[in-house]
T-cell receptor, first 110, second 113 residues
Framework: KQEVTQIPAALSVPEGENLVLNCSFT??????LQWFRQDPGKGLTSLLL?????REQTSGRLNASLDKSSGRSTLYIAASQPGDSATYLC?????????FGSGTQLTVLP | DAGVTQSPTHLIKTRGQQVTLRCSPK?????VSWYQQALGQGPQFIFQ???????QRGNFPDRFSGHQFPNYSSELNVNALLLGDSALYLC????????????FGPGTRLTVL
């Protein structure tokens, strides 16, 4: 059974800081890994999708890496802004079924 | 291009009642998945519908059932509601296959009293 763990559960940083969110998974037989953003009480916004054959994806100030052999992914956020405050969720699996971590709640202080 | 839509936005029910939630997929998508997200937790997979049939199911009891219509929209039904069914219910749509991303709707907040 796939299990996804996200560390830390919560993170508070001053504006402008670069930060890294971590995600680990137990079963490396995955088709892809996605990072999502969720604002309080809202749905999920897909940030980055990494196919199993890829090592990383970048979008603007976001960079996500995938190491299947070690069962790890990181989400790097450069030059953080207060508008980045949200919960970030990592999910692994395929278009048939995603297994999510519990998320990292990020607060960027102005 | 409309994204994934869900209705209603909020719903309050009492224990033992039945509820139906609705989802319209993103244009061009033929597959609909449902997830349950309890407060402070990540979403948990309930089931997925493709070609009007349940294709995959997570670890949820038979009280949770669904349906997909010919226009690819979907319903999630929950019978004999329990307090623990209170959650945000998310619908996601995708194109059949293993590698494509899932696009999520805004969710329906269900409160069971």
């Amino acid at each position: 059974k796939q299990e996804v763990t996200q560390i830390p559960a919560a993170l508070s940083v001053p504006e402008g800081e670069n930060l890294v969110l971590n995600c680990s998974f137990t079963d490396s037989a995955i088709y892809n890994l996605q990072w999502f953003r969720q604002d309080p009480g809202k749905g999920l916004t897909s940030l980055l999708l990494i196919q199993s054959s890829q090592r990383e994806q970048t979008s603007g100030r976001l960079n996500a890496s995938l190491d299947k052999s070690s069962g790890r992914s990181t989400l790097y956020i450069a030059a953080s802004q207060p508008g980045d405050s949200a919960t970030y969720l990592c999910a692994v699996g395929s278009a048939r079924q995603l297994t999510f971590g519990s998320g990292t709640q990020l607060t960027v202080l102005p | 291009d409309a994204g994934v839509t869900q209705s209603p936005t909020h719903l309050i029910k009492t224990r033992g009642q039945q509820v139906t939630l609705r989802c319209s997929p993103k244009s061009g998508h033929d597959t609909v998945s449902w997830y349950q997200q309890a407060l402070g937790q990540g979403p948990q997979f309930i089931f997925q519908y493709y070609e009007e049939e349940e294709r995959q199911r997570g670890n949820f009891p038979d009280r949770f059932s669904g349906h997909q219509f010919p226009n690819y929209s979907s319903e999630l039904n929950v019978n004999a509601l329990l307090l623990g069914d209170s959650a945000l219910y998310l619908c996601a749509s995708s194109v059949a296959g293993y590698t494509d991303t899932q696009y999520f709707g805004p969710g329906t907040r269900l409160t069971v009293l």
